[in-house]
């Protein structure tokens, strides 16, 4: 009877796992499977700089459907895609796709913590403010952390006037900040007066075309805004094409992920609000 009873209580444990998998599968809408995809590719390439590993994941995700407000879930919490994403989290999930790749740990899981690392400060999830909002804060942690270097003033030595206002000035326009604690929007202020404390260089988009061929493939580029308390309208990944700079994004107009078929200088004099742009390369 003994036997019975623990062949019934293993066989349950099995199809309870099995059908908590089949659930786990679902409810991911195939988001498991394509960072199989994906990653069975990276891992061949592992011992490439780590550029040149996240520029492979970028460009093969040409196509993926550009969705907007993806993170904008209560309470806050982690939240990863590939089969749909925005500028900042296409670029933010081709990065950490390389790290994983080149990591010890190629798992979905480790590929999760290292989109946790980049997007949240300090890596803690806790509460909305404690996520990454103004690029330019995720550029500075990705620094310290050693992932990235800015080289905006070592390519043109220019100065950018920043300041950061926008979140706190226009807290009524973020669903989580309208009805938010004092306190809530005090870490905001906090952030913003915290970045408002460093310097910034850009290249104005005048000098893109001078400065050139300072720039590589893999490099990411953030596009300066002259919207007031903003810093970074767009960003995407270098891409040379046939001898033309340009770059990959994740595209509003286009909808998708796609290689802008403008040069990058042409797509930064197309709009009005851009001042120029900012360089970060991947190490």
């Not at 891409?239 to 595209?251: D, E, K, P």
Request: aromatic fraction near 10%.
């Amino acid at each position: 009877m003994k036997y019975i009873v623990k062949f019934a209580v293993t066989l349950s444990i099995l199809l309870n796992g099995f059908l908590f998998t089949e659930v786990a599968s679902a409810q991911d809408n195939g988001e498991r499977a394509e960072y199989g995809r994906i990653m069975a590719e990276l891992v061949k390439i592992r011992e490439q700089p780590t550029a040149e590993v996240m520029l492979k994941a970028a460009l093969m995700r040409q196509g993926t459907d550009y969705v907007a407000g993806t993170l904008e879930v209560e309470p806050e919490q982690l939240v990863v895609k590939l089969k749909e994403t925005d500028c900042i989290l296409y670029v933010e999930s081709c990065l950490a796709l390389a790290l994983t790749a080149q990591g010890n740990d190629t798992s979905y899981n480790a590929f999760c913590d290292n989109i946790r690392k980049l997007r949240y400060r300090d890596g803690k999830v806790d509460g909305y403010s404690s996520r990454i909002h103004y690029t330019s804060e995720w550029i500075l942690q990705a620094e310290k952390n050693g992932y990235v270097k800015e080289i905006s003033k070592e390519i043109a030595d220019t100065p950018l006037n920043q300041k950061f206002s926008f979140m706190s000035k226009h807290a009524d326009r973020y669903k989580q900040l309208a009805s938010a604690p004092a306190e809530e929007l005090q870490k905001i202020s906090g952030m913003e007066s915290e970045l408002n404390s460093h310097d910034y260089w850009y290249i104005p988009k005048a000098d893109i075309e001078k400065y050139a061929s300072k720039i590589k493939a893999g490099d990411i580029v953030g596009f300066c805004t002259s919207n007031e308390g903003l810093d970074l309208s767009h960003v995407g990944i270098i891409v040379w094409l046939n001898g033309r700079l340009t770059f990959i994004h994740a595209s509003m107009g286009s909808m998708k992920v796609w290689i802008e078929p403008r040069t990058l200088q042409e797509y930064a004099n197309s709009i009005s609000s851009n001042k120029g742009v900012r360089i970060v390369r991947v190490l």
